[in-house]
């Protein structure tokens, strides 16, 4: 098989290169280099078939070009992270609706089998239901509240998505993740669990927006791996929107304390306001949890890293990428086994 991976040099499209061309398959990667970089890559340059395509899935001419000879796709480019896309609201929007509806448009063309990456944020401003299931009702804050417009754009791309399956019978998978984390992932733009680690090893104060009583639930990157593939393996699938995810929770303020302990920093946890950060209004959501039952279902899924092994092997990559940048390559290359 030959997969065709946008957003390939990303964080999540780069883990899924590396294990789909470890069982043999041809990956090609489109990316524009906007927030991925083409050294997540480096472990594939030799690799027979890897092809990569620097470009936008906002050019029509490129994405058709690129699927004109691939057997399947995985669509993963979009503008992501809260910062950036709360700074960024046009690119954000034109990223996730007019790129998802060319690759949707290309695929149907030649029939392609294609995932799309969506994300825990479509549940939007949900505030009774825990875990989260993917036939719950959604409630978005109002348009002025930057933030949904990631959660909005990732929402039509989903109904685009199984409008395509469902008129037009395009094999279409669905898979919402939710915080995924483990090396690569970079904490510019707002990502908890990098940006914590990166301070508490520099001795500096790890930022809590809010009261840190807030929880999230985090998934290894190589678990989002495992289950994306598995889901593209599974016909029942199809047509289907699958959550992506840990069902434990941990709060923010937690998780801070157990990453200085972990790193034996000294550094502070302070305190910030979501509007510092983010500007007025801004929203935060009080818990993000799935539901997997779905997933396990689907595909017989279990979580293999819980959260102390999730920071063991980010604080140890994180701590490589300090001393030496280069050997954190290296470092990923040997993990590898753990990461498919
Ligand atoms: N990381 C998470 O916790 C998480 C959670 C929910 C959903 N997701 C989804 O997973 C996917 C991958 O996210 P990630 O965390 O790896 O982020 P990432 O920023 O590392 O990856 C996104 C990739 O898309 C590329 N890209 C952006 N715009 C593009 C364009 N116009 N044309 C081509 N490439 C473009 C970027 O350069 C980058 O390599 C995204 O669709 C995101 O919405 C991620």
């Not at 393996?233 to 302990?261: D, F, K, Y």
Request: hydrophobic share 40%; aromatic share 8%.
């Amino acid at each position: 098989m030959r997969a065709l991976i946008t957003g390939g040099a990303g964080f999540i499209g780069s883990h899924l290169a590396e294990s789909l061309a470890a069982d043999g398959h041809e990956v090609w990667v489109l990316d524009d280099l906007s927030t991925g970089q083409r050294k997540n890559l480096c472990g594939l340059e030799h690799q027979p078939g890897f092809r990569f395509i620097e470009g936008s899935v906002l050019d029509e001419a490129t994405v058709t070009d690129c699927l004109s000879s691939v057997d399947v796709v995985y669509h993963l480019a979009a503008v992501v992270g809260v910062r950036l896309v709360v700074e960024s609201p046009v690119r954000t929007l034109e990223t996730n609706l007019k790129g998802t509806e060319n690759v949707l448009r290309a695929c149907y063309e030649r029939k392609l089998p294609v995932l799309l990456a969506s994300t825990s944020e479509v549940y939007g401003r949900h505030l009774e239901n825990r875990p989260l299931s993917e036939e719950d009702d959604r409630i978005y804050g109002p348009p002025t509240v930057g933030r949904w417009s990631y959660a909005a754009s990732k929402a039509v791309d989903e109904f685009l998505g199984l409008a395509y399956h469902r008129e037009r019978g395009l094999p279409v998978v669905i898979a919402r993740f939710f915080n995924t984390v483990g090396p690569r992932q970079t904490g510019r733009y707002g990502m908890v669990l990098p940006s914590f680690v990166r301070a508490a090893l520099q001795g500096k104060p790890l930022e809590i927006h809010g009261d840190g009583s807030q929880s999230r639930s985090f998934t290894w990157v190589g678990d989002c791996v495992r289950a994306t593939r598995s889901l593209m393996q599974t016909p029942e699938a199809v047509g289907e929107v699958v959550n992506i995810g840990h069902g434990s929770e941990v709060t923010i303020a937690e998780l801070a304390r157990r990453v200085v302990a972990k790193t034996g920093s000294s550094s502070k946890v302070v305190h910030v306001t979501h509007e510092s950060v983010y500007g007025p209004g801004f929203e935060d959501m009080q818990f993000r949890t799935p539901s997997i039952a779905k997933l396990q279902r689907l595909t017989g899924y279990a979580p293999s890293y819980d959260l102390d092994q999730i920071l063991d092997e980010v604080i140890a990559y994180e701590r490589a990428q300090e001393s030496a940048p280069a050997s954190a390559a290296a470092w990923v290359e040997s993990t590898q086994p753990t990461l498919t």
